[in-house]
């Protein structure tokens, strides 16, 4: 600004500032009368958080089936991994993974269906709402995701273990479920054949209705909450992180579980069903 003169410098400044404030503007979602465009009818930016905050907990709670789903097909790859001759990087198996579980998909529709708002509305309210608890429920979707890759069991954000539970009570439970949940199958099929994606969706419902039976009994601060079935989960998901004794004994009583459903189930083999199948890259020559 050497050859400038002050007015000059003046009107710079001033247009340094407005074009800030534009920016400013923009970022935060201001409409033409300046003020912040809020989301769910909210009047003040505390109203906004608030549903903000409770409505990312319920899209959590949502994309924790879609990641449970995630590591049970990372568990299967990784055990094909293991006997192949193909060599496969941790990138590469992540980003199959995410194409065959259609990770993108579920966590656009769920976000969508969940807070009501687009993709626009949901980058604003994010450069908006900073408060600690919902950085920490934004940051959930990956840390779920990431773990589920990893074929581990996702972890809720701000899980924690009830103070009820201990590693000895969580394994019991843990069997009971399993056994209720064998009972209530075999009460609903009584013996007919099934066609195998009928068969899972019941083993589906009925390991969540045994797990919430239980755990609301055995565990009362879990009772009653939207979260039981995730937070008990995400329980043993920390237990197993603590101590890998627990995880192997976690890991033997649900292959005890598998093997007994093998043995006690069959189904006929529709067109329409499909056996569970990850597609790994071909070998070279």
Known sequence: MENLSDSQIALIRLGGVAIGAILVTCVLGRNSAG???????AKS???????????????????????????RV????????KVSTVQVTEEQIQ???????????????????????NEEEFHDIQTRQQDPDVVEHLKGFDAMLQAALQGNTPILPQARIPPSMNPSIALITMAEIYDREHEKVLEKLQGQQVQQAHLMEVLAACHREACLEYVSVR???LANRPDTYEAFYSALALYSLEDE????KRKAIYKMHQDQQAASFSFSQGE???????NLPAESA
Do not use: M, W
């Open 35 to 41: 003020r912040v465009k809020l989301l769910f009818g």
């Open 45 to 71: 930016l505390e109203e906004e958080r608030e549903i903000f905050l409770a409505r990312l907990k319920q899209a959590n709670i949502r994309f924790y089936a879609t990641c449970q789903s995630v590591e």
């Open 74 to 81: 990372a568990n299967v790859a990784r055990e094909k991994l």
């Open 95 to 117: 980003r199959l993974l995410r194409e065959q579980c259609q990770v993108g998909v579920h966590l656009r529709r769920i976000i969508t269906e969940t807070l009501e708002c």
């Open 219 to 221: 565990f009362p601060e």
């Open 245 to 248: 004794i627990f995880g192997n």
């Open 272 to 278: 329409e069903d499909e056996k569970p199948e990850v």
